[in-house]
């Protein structure tokens, strides 16, 4: 009744309009105008009316969304409620199933927060403390008796666990790289979402293989590397803030050869490369900030062969080689800040054979100890103005 209405009214309104207007006065109002004027009436009047219908359609489908997501949320929460029971039994396998449920879970997460959490709890499990390897049980006591069995029994369960609980640890640093080696913005890649191993204990192999970091915050610190190997091959470090300060390098393999740090904050400030080896040859440096500031080599083979720093800065100041090997042979300092001033050379060998210095600023001054090996005769004579030298380092011999 209503559209009848409007139409009737649109209607009499052409209507007068017409004959307001003294369009074709004259004429009468004939049978096909009449017809023409009630279609068009009527066509407006539906017009109209698809117009409400489309406006409440949309409205109805932002309603049916909103039920779906928070349907979709209502889901996630009591999976991600399981998955976190399973991460606290007793049961080793349980546990295991928690993780693969926790990272499934992240994988199809409806917004990001909800993936951000899952990746926090994974993160906070390799956080919690756990029972050291118990190690092989001794063939006799002090006394000089041999164990009894029920001790054999109840050493070899606590070995038994400790080997179980590691297995679930490390399948956590298992998936954690192998979903930030997928691109960002396809299913399962988790790039973009922050990673806090603060303090973690790295024991086990864990592949960063071609990752990039281009926009979250990294945690390494304080961590552990004591065994395994640990791979950033190939990463690629743009804008993103990557924390190793304060981290152990005592043992393994840590690669970063050809990874490229072009972005962002990638920090080794006061960590300690007491053993194993760190690689980065090949590795590029061409933005952002890199710093090993305060860092101490003492045992660890660290391996800068072939590297290129081409803009951006690294920072070794006040860093300690006293032991191991560290080689800057074949790098190529083209541009940025390479810093080394306040750093002491005290033991062990450093490489800077064949190394080129040909743009930027390189700072050797107020460091202590002998010339790095091959780092005169590659700087050359007369020494170019971005390089800073020691000035003891330029004095003739006795």
């Known amino acids: 009744m209503a559209a009848v209405l409007v139409a009737g009214g649109i209607f009499y309104g052409l209507v007068v309009l017409l004959d307001f207007e003294e369009i074709d006065s004259t004429a009468k109002l004939d049978a096909k105008t009449l ?156 790039q973009g979402c922050n990673l806090d191993l603060t303090r973690v204990t790295i024991d086990g192999d864990m592949n960063f293989y071609g990752a990039t970091f281009s926009g979250a915050i990294v945690r390494f610190h304080g961590a552990t590397f004591s065994g395994g190997y640990v791979r950033f091959e190939g990463a690629t470090f743009a804008g993103a803030d990557v924390r190793f300060d304060g981290a152990t390098f005592s043992g393994g393999h840590v690669d970063f050869a050809w990874a490229a740090f072009s972005g962002g904050h990638v920090r080794f400030d006061g960590a300690a490369f007491s053993g194993g080896d760190v690689h980065f040859n090949n590795a590029a440096f061409s933005g952002g900030y890199v710093d090993f500031e305060g860092a101490t080599f003492s045992g660890t083979d660290v391996d800068f062969h072939r590297a290129a720093c081409s803009s951006g800065n690294m920072d070794f100041r006040r860093a300690v080689f006293s032991g191991g090997d560290v080689h800057f042979d074949g790098a190529v300092f083209s541009g940025g800040h390479v810093l080394f001033g306040g750093a002491a050379f005290s033991g062990g060998d450093v490489y800077f054979d064949g190394a080129v210095f040909s743009g930027g600023h390189v700072d050797f001054e107020a460091t202590s100890g002998l010339a790095p090996a091959g780092l005169l005769l590659a700087v050359g004579t007369p020494v170019p103005s971005e390089v800073l030298l020691l000035a003891d380092w330029l004095s003739p011999g006795p």
């Not at 969304?65 to 049961?91: C, I, M, P």
């Not at 369960?157 to 298992?174: G, N, P, S």
Request: charged share 30%; hydrophobic share 35%.
């Open 35 to 190: 017809f023409d004027l009630v279609k068009l009436s009527f066509g407006v009047v539906a017009g109209a009316g698809a117009l409400v219908a489309l406006v409440v359609a949309y409205r109805r489908q932002r309603v049916d969304e909103a039920g779906a997501h928070r349907e979709a949320t209502r889901l996630h929460t009591e999976r991600f409620s399981q998955a976190v029971d399973k991460l606290g039994s007793d049961s080793p396998a349980v546990r295991l199933g928690g993780v693969h449920a926790l990272a499934g879970l992240a994988d199809d997460a409806p917004t990001q927060d909800l993936r951000q959490t899952c990746i926090d709890v994974l993160c906070a499990y390799l956080r919690l403390p756990f029972s050291p390897d118990p190690g092989d049980l001794p063939d006799l006591r002090p006394d000089g008796t041999s164990p009894t069995e029920e001790r054999r029994d109840t050493h070899q369960d606590k070995k038994d666990r400790y080997h179980a609980l590691r297995e679930v640890r490390h399948t956590i640093l298992r998936l954690i790289g192998d979903h930030y080696r997928i691109p960002q913005g396809t299913h399962r890649s988790w």
